[in-house]
């Protein structure tokens, strides 16, 4: 009989961004994060242990992908082979619900969902926080996707891998949610991986960034225990500008930004000068995040939409952790 495993995890965004590692191979952040798990995008995965097979065999979509896609998910779900002691290869289905427009298919739902299934598949029952060190080592905003609503990746000690982990830290239902305003599809023209790497490496304000990111998590994580969405926006938008100020710092200047990120970053700004509460935040690409109470989401759309189009706008509700998923 093959044993199968099937999760379905969503993506999240950094309200406290992770940007640099300590510790490349192992996936260790020099900063604590938080972020706010998405209901909108979503993957789900399925891993089939086959004893028949003799490599590892990977389709995303429903495409199958060549050798270098496929090694990248078999170094992965090396640990679990490890920790289960075993040597059985595996076929790995992969479904990025995205909306086409957004261009978020994003590693962090995606190595949260095959983590769960892998975990699934081996029978190793690992409990959530160990999983999310597991998940970390595919791509490390993916230790956040296990769990649903508000989540703080805490950066542990040294090198210790287990002491680096997710932890729920609100459930969210206090009336939040997140647009995406999408300005381009495209794939990002430098990776996080790289891109952080080079502003670690380079940019003379990355201790700065360290140093008020701390600072940032300890006002936030205040801020999230009153309930405050007014403090939650403003440390939210204030933290992502200061990453991307620490990229522009390095050499050479890393810059994801495109003039139609100017320009929703300057509408977000009018739709709360006028009277509601909205934040921006920025990832490795031009997207917006706009970080803003559920409640007030179609009003601040009706706004949105006199300056982008209608596939631009993808709205979120709060997401839930990683879930196994059962046959249809
Ligand atoms: C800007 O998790 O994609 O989205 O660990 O190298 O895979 P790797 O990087 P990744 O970086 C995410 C960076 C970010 C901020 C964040 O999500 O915290």
Redesign the pocket.
């Known amino acids: 009989m093959k044993q199968i495993g099937r999760c379905r995890a969503h993506t999240?965004?950094?309200l406290i961004?992770?940007?640099g590692?300590r510790n490349n191979d192992l996936?260790l952040p020099m900063n604590s994060?938080l972020?706010l798990t998405l209901d909108a995008f979503y993957t789900d995965t399925s891993v089939t242990l086959d004893s028949k097979l003799e490599t590892d065999e990977f389709f995303l979509n429903g495409t199958k992908q060549d050798k270098d896609e496929t090694k990248k998910i078999s170094r992965f779900l090396d640990l679990f082979r490890q920790t289960a002691n075993s040597e059985v290869h595996a076929k790995i289905e992969s479904y990025n619900h995205v909306p086409t427009a957004a261009g978020l298919a994003s590693?962090?739902s995606a190595f949260a969902a095959l983590a769960g299934a892998a975990n699934t598949a081996w029978q190793l029952n690992l409990d959530k926080q160990t999983l999310s060190t597991y998940a970390r080592r595919?791509?490390?905003?993916?230790t956040?996707s296990i769990y649903g609503g508000l989540v703080e990746w805490t950066m542990g000690e040294g090198d210790i891998s287990e002491s680096s982990h997710a932890i729920e830290i609100d459930d969210a239902s206090w009336d939040i949610g997140m647009i995406v305003i999408a300005i381009n599809k495209h794939k990002k023209k430098l990776?996080?991986?790289v891109g952080?790497k080079l502003t670690v490496d380079t940019s003379p304000f990355y201790p700065v960034w360290v140093t008020e990111a701390k600072k940032d998590l300890i006002a936030m994580k205040e801020a999230i225990k009153r309930k405050d969405f007014i403090k939650l926006g403003e440390i939210t938008e204030s933290n992502g500008m200061k990453?991307h100020a620490t990229m522009l710092g390095a050499t050479p200047p890393i810059s994801y930004w495109e003039p139609d990120s100017v320009k929703a970053i300057n509408k977000v700004k009018e739709i709360r000068n006028n009277g509601i509460p909205c934040y921006v935040t920025m990832?490795?690409g031009p997207n917006v995040k706009v970080l803003c109470r559920q409640s007030q989401m179609s009003d601040i759309l009706d706004k949105l939409k006199e300056s982008f189009t209608n596939d631009q706008l993808i709205c979120s509700a709060v997401g839930e952790g990683i879930k196994q998923l059962t046959d249809t």
């Open positions: 999240n965004i950094a961004k992770y940007w590692k996936f994060s972020s590693s962090a595919g791509s490390g905003s993916s956040r990776s996080s991986r952080m990453m990832d490795a």
